[in-house]
């Protein structure tokens, strides 16, 4: 009997132990997404969870589209359509949506993701990452998966983009009804009409 209450005991205090610190968390954070970045020690835990979440297989999948100007071209206009309003158009996550999520969209260019396998970057496209503002972009169609890949490439090279490269980013991502109306407003008043009302901070 004896060796079934102990081990039960420790299941309990270990559950109990959980529960209280996910309280305090709750209770502290408010679970605001306009919290400060994650601490140190939650980030790690946060980085090693996903790493035990991804299939090994996943990880260790090699990018089977070659790397060329047409692949780079592929994933610039790709990571434009879907990623830059996030993660803005020099990967740097530098914008209202990048700043207001928890954690904050993260910069790319740096070491955190590149050091990241290439079938760890297309399993984090293609499947998301739950309780972030990662969406799954996965199609299940070998177009969505050949796009994926052409993304991939385009992380790579976010260290190195030129400021033209990140000119055409911006000229490709769409643009927001807010950004839609300033600029309608804009051509409004240069025709005559009242002056646009100044854009509002968020």
């Given at each position: 009997m004896k060796r079934i209450v102990r081990p039960l005991l420790v299941v309990v205090a270990t559950m109990a132990v959980v529960a209280?610190?996910?309280l305090v968390y709750v209770r502290t954070t408010g679970l605001t997404a306009r919290s400060s970045e994650p601490g140190s020690l939650e980030a790690r835990v946060s980085r090693a969870a996903r790493s035990l979440a991804i299939p090994r297989e996943a990880r260790q999948r090699m990018n089977p589209i070659s790397p060329s100007p047409e692949a780079l071209a592929g994933g610039l206009a790709h990571?434009?359509?879907?990623?830059?309003?996030?993660?803005?158009?020099?990967?740097?996550?530098n914008t209202p949506l990048g700043?207001?999520?928890?954690?904050?969209?993260?910069?790319m260019r740096q070491e955190p993701t590149q050091r990241l396998s290439d079938g760890e970057i297309f399993y984090i496209i293609e499947e998301g990452i739950r309780f972030t503002a990662m969406p799954g972009w996965g199609t299940g169609t070998s177009e969505g998966a050949e796009a994926s890949w052409h993304l991939v490439h385009f992380i790579r090279?976010?260290?190195?983009?030129?400021?033209?490269?990140i000119a055409r980013v911006e000229a490709l991502t769409p643009r927001s009804p807010e950004e839609i109306r300033q600029e309608i407003e804009a051509e409004?008043?240069?025709?005559?009409?009242?002056?646009?009302?100044?854009?509002?901070?968020h």
């Amino acid at each position: 009997m004896k060796r079934i209450v102990r081990p039960l005991l420790v299941v309990v205090a270990t559950m109990a132990v959980v529960a209280m610190a996910a309280l305090v968390y709750v209770r502290t954070t408010g679970l605001t997404a306009r919290s400060s970045e994650p601490g140190s020690l939650e980030a790690r835990v946060s980085r090693a969870a996903r790493s035990l979440a991804i299939p090994r297989e996943a990880r260790q999948r090699m990018n089977p589209i070659s790397p060329s100007p047409e692949a780079l071209a592929g994933g610039l206009a790709h990571y434009a359509d879907h990623c830059a309003v996030c993660h803005a158009s020099d990967g740097s996550g530098n914008t209202p949506l990048g700043r207001g999520t928890f954690p904050r969209a993260p910069d790319m260019r740096q070491e955190p993701t590149q050091r990241l396998s290439d079938g760890e970057i297309f399993y984090i496209i293609e499947e998301g990452i739950r309780f972030t503002a990662m969406p799954g972009w996965g199609t299940g169609t070998s177009e969505g998966a050949e796009a994926s890949w052409h993304l991939v490439h385009f992380i790579r090279h976010l260290p190195r983009m030129t400021e033209d490269e990140i000119a055409r980013v911006e000229a490709l991502t769409p643009r927001s009804p807010e950004e839609i109306r300033q600029e309608i407003e804009a051509e409004r008043f240069l025709e005559g009409g009242d002056p646009p009302p100044p854009a509002h901070e968020h």
